[in-house]
């Protein structure tokens, strides 16, 4: 059983393109987290959402936006794609403790 | 400069020998301060953490934390090739607003 699973595993798509990027979690988990890891591997939070709500928002740009349907899921959809975009996206969640987080395979991004 | 600085190696190593990972950081609020381990084309997964200072361990691994130096360990003791991954150090204060920083990542090779 998959405990944090994100589809699709890899998007490779033009500049100016809109992408979505879905992500579940089976672990009863109340908080759900977008990460992005740039080619040098440095991991860093975009979002967080705790029972559906909002609770972190790092300077990501306006294209991105993170939608939580439910505890269980949290989508990325970014608009207008960009060369810059290119990276690896990983979906998390974690239990009301935070410390430990749970992370999806990733997700690789590629625009070309 | 970053708020957590960790050496991205590569580290390379033989078979059985002990494994110093490093991240030092300069953020005083931070309290939580985790080990996750990255293998290549995966996602993150926890090894270990520690809330505040001291040594823990568990099999093979001990982190330390020495929050007056705010410098963080883990050691790999008898390393095995299956150890060849990436080793991100992360920390995280006591609001609990989930917001991992995570170090650059160390990619440690551990050769037969």
């Known amino acids: 059983d998959t405990a944090v699973s994100q589809t699709p595993k890899y998007l490779v798509t033009q500049m100016g393109n809109d992408k979505s990027i879905k992500c579940e979690q089976n672990?009863?988990?109340?908080?759900m987290y977008w990460y992005k890891q740039d080619s040098k591997k440095f991991l860093k939070i975009m979002f967080s959402y705790n029972n559906k709500e909002l609770i972190i928002n790092e300077t990501v740009p306006n294209r991105f936006s993170p939608k939580s349907p439910d505890k269980a899921h949290l989508n990325l959809h970014i608009n207008s794609l960009e060369l810059g975009d290119s990276a690896v996206y990983f979906c998390?969640?974690?239990?009301?403790?935070?410390?430990?987080?749970?992370f999806g395979q990733g997700t690789r991004l590629t625009v070309v | 400069q970053k708020e957590v600085e960790q050496d991205p190696g590569p580290l390379s190593v033989p078979e059985g020998a002990i494994v110093s990972l490093n991240c030092t950081y300069s953020n005083s609020a931070f309290q939580y301060f985790m080990w996750y381990r990255q293998y290549s084309r995966k996602g993150p997964e926890l090894l270990m953490y520690t809330y505040s200072s001291g040594n823990k361990e568990d099999g093979r691994f001990t982190a330390q934390v020495d929050k007056s130096s705010k410098y963080i360990s883990l050691f790999i003791r008898d390393s095995q090739p299956s150890d060849s991954a990436t080793y991100l150090c992360?920390?995280?204060?006591?609001?609990?607003?989930?917001?991992?920083?995570f170090g650059q990542g160390t990619t440690l090779q551990v050769k037969p």
């Open positions: 998390a969640s974690s239990q009301d403790n935070h410390v430990e987080a749970f």
């Open positions: 992360a920390m995280t204060g006591s609001s609990n607003t989930g917001k991992l920083i």
């Open positions: 672990l009863g988990h109340d908080t």
